[in-house]
Protein backbone atom coordinates (compact mmCIF):
# COMPACT_ATOMS: atom_id res chain seq x y z
CA UNK A 1 0.00 0.00 0.00
CA UNK A 2 1.49 3.52 -1.24
CA UNK A 3 1.56 6.15 1.20
CA UNK A 4 -1.57 7.87 -0.77
CA UNK A 5 -3.57 4.90 -0.24
CA UNK A 6 -2.52 5.04 3.51
CA UNK A 7 -3.50 7.88 4.03
CA UNK A 8 -6.86 7.58 2.00
CA UNK A 9 -7.39 4.40 4.39
CA UNK A 10 -5.92 6.61 7.33
CA UNK A 11 -9.09 8.43 6.91
CA UNK A 12 -11.67 6.69 6.22
CA UNK A 13 -10.84 4.30 9.18
CA UNK A 14 -11.49 7.98 11.26
CA UNK A 15 -15.20 7.97 9.65
CA UNK A 16 -13.81 10.96 7.11
CA UNK A 17 -13.78 11.04 3.48
CA UNK A 18 -10.03 12.00 2.12
CA UNK A 19 -9.62 15.21 1.74
CA UNK A 20 -6.86 16.41 -1.30
CA UNK A 21 -5.90 19.95 -1.05
CA UNK A 22 -4.34 21.29 -4.31
CA UNK A 23 -2.16 24.74 -3.96
CA UNK A 24 0.28 26.12 -6.90
CA UNK A 25 4.28 26.44 -5.86
CA UNK A 26 5.97 29.42 -6.07
CA UNK A 27 2.71 31.66 -5.33
CA UNK A 28 2.73 34.04 -4.00
CA UNK A 29 6.53 33.34 -3.37
CA UNK A 30 8.01 29.88 -2.97
CA UNK A 31 8.68 30.03 0.59
CA UNK A 32 4.91 31.08 1.28
CA UNK A 33 3.94 28.32 -0.84
CA UNK A 34 6.30 26.06 1.20
CA UNK A 35 4.64 27.11 4.53
CA UNK A 36 0.83 27.29 3.03
CA UNK A 37 1.11 23.43 1.92
CA UNK A 38 2.48 22.94 6.00
CA UNK A 39 -0.76 24.81 6.61
CA UNK A 40 -2.88 22.52 4.94
CA UNK A 41 -1.19 19.30 6.40
CA UNK A 42 -2.02 20.87 9.93
CA UNK A 43 -5.30 21.97 9.54
CA UNK A 44 -6.70 18.82 8.31
CA UNK A 45 -5.27 17.78 4.61
CA UNK A 46 -4.89 14.14 4.04
CA UNK A 47 -3.32 14.34 0.63
CA UNK A 48 -1.20 17.58 -0.65
CA UNK A 49 -1.59 18.57 -4.17
CA UNK A 50 1.15 20.48 -5.15
CA UNK A 51 1.06 22.58 -9.03
CA UNK A 52 4.37 23.61 -10.73
CA UNK A 53 3.31 26.51 -12.92
CA UNK A 54 2.96 26.40 -16.53
CA UNK A 55 2.68 28.85 -19.40
CA UNK A 56 -0.26 26.87 -21.25
CA UNK A 57 -2.61 25.51 -18.14
CA UNK A 58 -5.58 24.20 -20.49
CA UNK A 59 -7.62 22.72 -17.34
CA UNK A 60 -6.78 25.55 -15.10
CA UNK A 61 -9.94 27.78 -14.29
CA UNK A 62 -8.71 31.85 -13.64
CA UNK A 63 -7.99 31.83 -10.22
CA UNK A 64 -5.53 28.90 -10.81
CA UNK A 65 -4.29 30.49 -13.75
CA UNK A 66 -3.62 33.55 -12.44
CA UNK A 67 -2.02 32.63 -9.27
CA UNK A 68 0.70 30.11 -11.44
CA UNK A 69 1.61 33.15 -13.38
CA UNK A 70 2.60 35.28 -10.86
CA UNK A 71 4.73 32.20 -9.64
CA UNK A 72 6.13 32.05 -13.68
CA UNK A 73 7.05 36.31 -13.22
CA UNK A 74 8.48 35.71 -10.06
CA UNK A 75 11.11 33.20 -11.90
CA UNK A 76 10.17 29.53 -10.86
CA UNK A 77 12.10 26.98 -12.16
CA UNK A 78 11.63 23.13 -12.40
CA UNK A 79 14.19 22.81 -9.70
CA UNK A 80 11.89 25.04 -7.18
CA UNK A 81 9.72 21.84 -7.14
CA UNK A 82 12.05 19.54 -5.43
CA UNK A 83 13.32 22.08 -3.11
CA UNK A 84 9.65 22.38 -1.99
CA UNK A 85 8.76 19.14 -1.65
CA UNK A 86 11.85 18.42 0.24
CA UNK A 87 11.41 21.18 2.88
CA UNK A 88 7.17 20.12 3.08
CA UNK A 89 8.56 16.52 3.39
CA UNK A 90 10.85 17.46 5.93
CA UNK A 91 8.13 19.13 7.85
CA UNK A 92 5.16 16.47 8.01
CA UNK A 93 4.01 12.68 6.88
CA UNK A 94 0.83 14.27 5.17
CA UNK A 95 2.02 12.65 1.35
CA UNK A 96 2.71 14.74 -1.88
CA UNK A 97 1.53 14.60 -4.88
CA UNK A 98 2.53 16.34 -8.03
CA UNK A 99 0.06 17.73 -10.26
CA UNK A 100 1.82 18.19 -13.61
CA UNK A 101 1.24 18.98 -16.88
CA UNK A 102 3.52 16.46 -19.21
CA UNK A 103 5.49 18.73 -20.95
CA UNK A 104 8.12 19.91 -17.81
CA UNK A 105 8.36 15.97 -17.27
CA UNK A 106 9.31 15.40 -20.94
CA UNK A 107 11.70 18.49 -20.94
CA UNK A 108 13.50 17.58 -17.57
CA UNK A 109 13.92 13.44 -18.66
CA UNK A 110 11.28 11.10 -17.21
CA UNK A 111 13.94 8.89 -15.02
CA UNK A 112 14.88 11.98 -13.65
CA UNK A 113 12.09 13.68 -13.05
CA UNK A 114 10.80 10.32 -11.02
CA UNK A 115 14.13 9.51 -9.35
CA UNK A 116 14.19 13.67 -7.99
CA UNK A 117 10.67 13.16 -6.96
CA UNK A 118 11.43 10.55 -5.03
CA UNK A 119 14.40 11.41 -3.24
CA UNK A 120 13.08 14.48 -2.28
CA UNK A 121 10.14 12.56 -0.51
CA UNK A 122 7.64 13.27 -3.22
CA UNK A 123 5.04 10.33 -3.23
CA UNK A 124 3.56 10.16 -7.09
CA UNK A 125 2.16 12.18 -9.95
CA UNK A 126 -1.14 13.23 -11.20
CA UNK A 127 -0.80 13.68 -14.87
CA UNK A 128 -3.92 15.66 -16.40
CA UNK A 129 -2.97 15.73 -20.37
CA UNK A 130 -1.45 12.82 -20.59
CA UNK A 131 -3.20 9.10 -21.19
CA UNK A 132 -1.94 5.47 -19.65
CA UNK A 133 -0.87 4.37 -23.28
CA UNK A 134 0.71 7.19 -24.13
CA UNK A 135 2.41 6.92 -20.60
CA UNK A 136 4.23 3.75 -20.92
CA UNK A 137 7.91 5.35 -20.29
CA UNK A 138 6.30 7.19 -16.74
CA UNK A 139 4.67 3.75 -15.84
CA UNK A 140 8.02 2.31 -15.97
CA UNK A 141 9.56 4.69 -13.73
CA UNK A 142 6.91 4.39 -11.12
CA UNK A 143 7.29 0.73 -10.94
CA UNK A 144 10.96 1.29 -10.42
CA UNK A 145 10.21 3.93 -7.84
CA UNK A 146 7.55 3.00 -6.44
CA UNK A 147 5.57 6.56 -6.81
CA UNK A 148 1.98 6.47 -7.17
CA UNK A 149 0.30 7.48 -10.99
CA UNK A 150 -2.36 9.08 -10.91
CA UNK A 151 -4.81 9.41 -14.31
CA UNK A 152 -7.88 10.80 -14.51
CA UNK A 153 -11.87 9.70 -15.48
CA UNK A 154 -14.12 11.80 -16.75
CA UNK A 155 -17.89 11.68 -17.33
CA UNK A 156 -17.37 10.99 -20.80
CA UNK A 157 -15.19 8.03 -20.26
CA UNK A 158 -15.99 5.13 -21.88
CA UNK A 159 -16.10 1.93 -20.52
CA UNK A 160 -13.16 0.77 -22.13
CA UNK A 161 -11.14 4.13 -21.17
CA UNK A 162 -12.42 3.46 -18.16
CA UNK A 163 -10.76 -0.33 -17.94
CA UNK A 164 -7.60 1.63 -18.80
CA UNK A 165 -7.59 4.25 -16.67
CA UNK A 166 -8.28 1.97 -13.62
CA UNK A 167 -5.90 -0.57 -14.12
CA UNK A 168 -3.06 1.77 -14.90
CA UNK A 169 -3.57 4.14 -11.69
CA UNK A 170 -2.29 3.55 -8.28
CA UNK A 171 -3.42 5.39 -5.33
CA UNK A 172 -6.26 6.80 -6.30
CA UNK A 173 -8.20 7.58 -9.64
CA UNK A 174 -9.01 11.25 -10.09
CA UNK A 175 -12.09 11.45 -11.04
CA UNK A 176 -13.44 14.71 -12.70
CA UNK A 177 -16.91 16.34 -11.40
CA UNK A 178 -18.34 17.86 -14.45
CA UNK A 179 -16.06 18.75 -17.98
CA UNK A 180 -14.64 21.73 -17.88
CA UNK A 181 -11.70 23.92 -16.74
CA UNK A 182 -11.01 24.15 -12.46
CA UNK A 183 -13.27 26.48 -10.56
CA UNK A 184 -15.79 26.95 -7.84
CA UNK A 185 -19.23 26.01 -9.14
CA UNK A 186 -22.29 26.31 -7.32
CA UNK A 187 -23.75 22.58 -7.37
CA UNK A 188 -22.30 19.60 -8.38
CA UNK A 189 -23.08 17.26 -11.39
CA UNK A 190 -24.74 14.15 -11.65
CA UNK A 191 -22.41 13.02 -13.47
CA UNK A 192 -19.69 12.94 -10.65
CA UNK A 193 -21.45 10.10 -9.15
CA UNK A 194 -22.49 8.10 -11.75
CA UNK A 195 -18.83 8.18 -13.22
CA UNK A 196 -17.97 6.76 -9.42
CA UNK A 197 -20.95 3.97 -9.61
CA UNK A 198 -19.35 3.23 -12.80
CA UNK A 199 -16.03 2.53 -11.71
CA UNK A 200 -16.63 1.14 -8.88
CA UNK A 201 -18.54 -1.61 -11.07
CA UNK A 202 -15.26 -2.39 -12.70
CA UNK A 203 -13.13 -2.58 -10.21
CA UNK A 204 -11.79 0.63 -8.73
CA UNK A 205 -10.59 0.63 -5.22
CA UNK A 206 -10.25 4.09 -4.75
CA UNK A 207 -11.28 7.81 -6.69
CA UNK A 208 -11.31 10.73 -5.27
CA UNK A 209 -13.54 13.76 -7.13
CA UNK A 210 -11.95 16.71 -8.04
CA UNK A 211 -12.96 20.54 -10.11
CA UNK A 212 -15.75 22.35 -8.66
CA UNK A 213 -15.63 21.33 -5.27
CA UNK A 214 -15.42 24.40 -3.17
CA UNK A 215 -17.77 24.40 0.28
CA UNK A 216 -17.87 22.09 3.37
CA UNK A 217 -21.81 20.84 2.09
CA UNK A 218 -20.17 20.05 -1.30
CA UNK A 219 -17.55 17.78 0.18
CA UNK A 220 -19.97 16.31 2.36
CA UNK A 221 -21.93 15.18 -0.94
CA UNK A 222 -18.67 13.87 -2.73
CA UNK A 223 -17.61 11.55 0.14
CA UNK A 224 -20.82 9.88 0.33
CA UNK A 225 -20.09 8.15 -2.42
CA UNK A 226 -16.72 8.68 -3.53
CA UNK A 227 -13.33 7.77 -1.31
CA UNK A 228 -12.17 11.80 -1.45
CA UNK A 229 -12.60 14.90 -2.38
CA UNK A 230 -10.33 17.43 -4.30
CA UNK A 231 -9.91 21.07 -3.30
CA UNK A 232 -7.90 23.78 -5.29
CA UNK A 233 -9.75 27.20 -6.38
CA UNK A 234 -10.88 27.43 -2.83
CA UNK A 235 -7.87 27.31 -1.01
CA UNK A 236 -5.68 29.51 -4.08
CA UNK A 237 -8.61 32.04 -2.95
CA UNK A 238 -8.08 31.85 0.61
CA UNK A 239 -4.39 32.42 0.28
CA UNK A 240 -4.63 34.53 -2.20
CA UNK A 241 -6.91 36.85 0.01
CA UNK A 242 -6.20 35.75 3.68
CA UNK A 243 -2.54 35.01 3.53
CA UNK A 244 -1.66 31.63 5.92
CA UNK A 245 -4.61 32.66 8.52
CA UNK A 246 -7.46 32.58 6.07
CA UNK A 247 -6.06 29.28 4.43
CA UNK A 248 -5.80 27.87 7.71
CA UNK A 249 -9.37 28.81 8.68
CA UNK A 250 -10.71 27.71 4.63
CA UNK A 251 -9.07 24.77 5.39
CA UNK A 252 -10.73 23.73 8.82
CA UNK A 253 -14.00 24.53 7.50
CA UNK A 254 -13.51 22.30 4.31
CA UNK A 255 -12.58 19.19 6.57
CA UNK A 256 -15.79 19.86 8.32
CA UNK A 257 -17.31 18.34 5.21
CA UNK A 258 -15.51 15.30 5.59
CA UNK A 259 -17.00 13.21 8.55
CA UNK A 260 -19.34 10.74 6.43
CA UNK A 261 -21.54 7.72 8.00
CA UNK A 262 -20.42 5.62 5.23
CA UNK A 263 -17.06 5.63 6.58
CA UNK A 264 -18.27 5.52 10.09
CA UNK A 265 -20.03 2.27 9.91
CA UNK A 266 -17.25 0.90 7.87
CA UNK A 267 -19.01 0.74 4.52
Known amino acids: MSRVEEAI ?4 DSGRGA ?38 PVMDGEVIQQATQQALANGYRTRDLFTAVREITAQTDVPVVVMTYWNPVLQY ?9 LAAGGAGLITPDITPEAAGEWIAASNRTGLDRIFLAAPTSTDKRLDLVISSSTGF ?5 T ?7 A ?19 SACVGIGI ?26 RDG ?3 GLAATTRALADGTPSARFATGN
Not at 21 to 49: C, H, K, M
Not at 179 to 185: N, P, Q, V, Y
Not at 218 to 239: C, F, M, P, R, S
Open 109 to 117: GIDRYADDL
Open 187 to 205: ALDRAARTLVERMRARGAA
Open 19 to 56: FVGYLPIGFPDLQTSIDAALTLARNGVDVIELGPPYSD
Open 243 to 245: GLD
Open 173 to 177: VYTVS
Open 214 to 239: SNPEQIAGVVEYADGAIVGTALVKAL
Open 179 to 185: MGITGER
Open 9 to 12: RRAH
